[in-house]
């Protein structure tokens, strides 16, 4: 018997569509990279290298590939959804919403919870010994940051069902709109200067990327009617690459792509008009080089490698600000050399720090990645006869787990002990609060999705 990767990878159906499987790595592991490249670590705390050298902005373009991936879990939602109700017996649709949603959320929630219950003990123990000062309690601070990409991909998931009939109806018409949304929103956050309007872009924007996943599993971001192959991909990234530069140059839109240390507008928190433009242009690109990257994953090794990868992503993504901040707090402690940033001394350091940053990285993965490995699911077999209210039982699950995601990101880890607390829509929230909603939506969506297999 071979290793379970290479069994794995050999037992890969002929249909499957390999290049999602890449894509939805290569956007974290870009991810990964652009937070270790960008820390700005001394021993006052972290910064921003491109608030350092604003010269480097424009590479945001290149390394905000977080559209990439909502994209994809928009294509891998539809799919799974569909084939759940292939599946299910007449009038379980409630039973349907409920193991849908199980089955995306087993692998996100399961080591998202561990990531934060290992902190959560870490954090309280470090501050009732009175620590948490210093670079320990930026970390704490920063750590749970990257949660938020878990609260908006569950708001995905959870939306999935409406949406998708949305776009079996309309099309390109369901994209449309929503895209008009969150232009909408932008006018009137701009323009008229309504408050907190700007907040409801962090559905539109990235449910609107999300809805072209389901054009790409209907196969309509390809030929269309009187296009040659490759005219739409084109058309696409063209229009959302030129779009998103007239925004930039002549609106309230600043360059980079990512969040900047005291800017006033940022393109990412609330998401912006143009962001969603960048977000066409990556999508429409990414599917320029669709054909090329089919042909490399049919060689078996290059295939082994993104099933591997696969097998590990979230878990990587969820340590791997632990890891940058274990190499810095380690050289602070060794008394190790660290230049000022992006000075000559800065960037020879970084290969090394990059490279150490990986091996650490790797060593929690070890350590943790079997919770992303998924439980048994029933949903895969069947259903049978819908427990009542198990469709609201799951959203209520699933909503519960998005805000107290979204909240444990605000607030992070730091002053547990006093108190501290963060605004989630106006209602003040604390990190103990937080954890409590995610553990309990999180088991509300594990029994609302659990059932007897149906052969």
Known sequence: M?????????ATPATRDRYVD???????GVVVLGHWMMAAVTPDGVGNLLAVVPALQPLTWLLQVMPVF???GGFSHALSYRSLLRKRPEGSADSVYAAFLRARLQRLLRPTMVFVLVWGAAALLIQLLGGGGGLTGVTLRLVTQPLWFIGIYLAMVAFTPPLLRLHERYGWGAFAGLAGAAAAVDLLR???GVPYVEFLN???VWLAVHQLGFLRADGRLGAGPGLRPLRRPALLAGAGLVTAVALVAFGPYPLSMVGMP????????????ALLCHGLWLVGAVELLRAPAARLLARPRAWRTVVAANGVAMTAFLWHLTAMLGVYGAMLALDAPLPEPATAGWWAQTPLRLAAAAVLTAGLVAAFRTFERPAPSSATAGFSAPGTGSGLLAALGATLCLLGVLGLSMVGLAGLLEGRTALLIAVPVSAPAAVAMTLCGWLLVERAGRGRAVR
Do not use: C, D, I
Request: hydrophobic letters at 60%; glycine letters at 6%; a positive charge.
């Open 70 to 72: 909502f994209f994809v």
């Open 202 to 204: 962090f559905a539109f």
């Open 262 to 273: 005291g800017e006033k507008v940022s393109n990412m928190a609330p998401p912006t008009l």
């Open 190 to 192: 701009f323009a008229a």
């Open 2 to 10: 071979g290793s379970p990767v290479r069994v794995l990878a050999e």
């Open 22 to 28: 890449l894509l939805r790595v290569a956007s974290l």
